[in-house]
Nanobody, 124 residues
């Protein structure tokens, strides 16, 4: 098990940027595939981006491709989500997720470690 703590959320105007961070506990962070999901009010939680253990493989939801970038620093036990060109429809609670696995999973049921979430609000 790994404990995850997200940070970096906030209020930003449309077109602006934010960088989310997810700090993980433990000494085996490099064995975990990591991902970001988000959940808007009244909607289901959805996959945003994922990154493999080494960082070589990344996957993105179509809605964020070209605007968001996921990265990780295994020395710091941290995964990041750089969000540029933000839109009001990006408003949601963003969750960090982890699974000790080889490949990036896009289904939330594939992850067994979750953070508490951080609110991102984009104003028009």
């Amino acid at each position: 098990q790994v404990q995850l703590v997200e940070s970096g959320g906030g209020l930003v105007q449309a077109g602006g940027s934010l960088r989310l961070s997810c700090a993980a506990s433990g000494r085996t962070f490099s064995r975990y595939t990591m991902a970001w999901f988000r959940q808007a009010p009244g909607k289901e939680r959805e996959f945003v981006a994922g990154i493999s253990r080494s960082g070589e493989d990344t996957r993105y939801a179509d809605s964020v491709k070209g605007r968001f970038t996921i990265s990780r620093d295994n020395a710091k036990n941290t995964v990041y989500l750089q969000m540029n060109s933000l839109r009001p429809e990006d408003t949601a609670v963003y969750y960090c997720a982890a699974r000790e696995y080889l490949v990036v999973l896009i289904n939330m049921n594939g992850y067994n470690n979750w953070g508490q979430g951080t609110q991102v609000t984009v104003s028009s």
